[in-house]
């Protein structure tokens, strides 16, 4: 469609500058760490990035070796959201079976603040190392803590405050282990 700038590849009617109709494959003449890219009208942000040296993709960024194969950023409040708009159970994220880390959550510049393990039983555990904050364990024939709380490597502060929905304290354990009434 010259009179309108279109290329049409496998249509006659052209709908868009370049309207594909049927399979399509993409071949690097050669491997490049930006071999396809998906940018802004100015060229100045990548919405996704194919690295086909070092086999990586990154949305919102130029993938950084070493770093995983999908490598997502955002500058909004959210890098990912998972919306189940049919009438299931909600949202699933699934891993393969392992023995050892199924999904790790860590924050920049710190170790895990959540993951979820499977060394014969499940495990979920917010913070890490010394500084695991909750740990909740199960699993068939698992004899580990269902529920274990741990203080902080401060020392400082309780191990755990519960609260009525209204707000008022009902009890604490302190970093001692001592049960205490609320205030």
């Known amino acids: ?3 309108n700038g279109r290329v049409g590849i496998g249509t006659g009617a052209a709908t868009a500058t370049l309207d594909v ?48 194969s999908l490598q997502v950023s955002a500058s909004s ?10 009438s299931g159970n ?10 050892g880390t199924a999904l790790t959550i860590v924050e920049t510049g710190h170790s895990n603040v959540f993951s979820i393990d499977d060394n014969g039983g499940t495990y979920i555990n917010m913070g890490s190392g010394s500084d695991i904050g909750l740990h909740i364990a199960g699993g068939s024939g698992n ?4 529920v274990k709380l ?17 707000g008022s304290q009902l009890a604490e354990f302190t970093s001692g282990g001592a049960l205490q009434g609320g205030n």
């Open 21 to 68: 109709l049927g399979t399509t494959l993409l071949q690097s003449a050669t491997n490049s760490t930006t071999a396809f890219q998906i940018q802004n009208a100015a060229g100045t942000s990548n919405l996704l990035v194919a690295d086909t040296t070092n086999s990586m993709v990154g949305i919102d960024m130029t993938p950084v070796v070493n770093s995983g």
């Open 90 to 99: 909600g949202v699933a994220i699934n891993v393969p079976s392992t023995t």
């Open 1 to 3: 469609d010259t009179q």
């Open 150 to 166: 741990t203080e902080g490597n401060t020392g400082t502060g309780n191990l755990l405050d519960l609260y009525s929905y209204g």
């Open 77 to 86: 409040t959210y890098v990912a959201s998972f919306t189940n708009t049919s």
């Open 143 to 146: 004899t580990a803590d269902i």
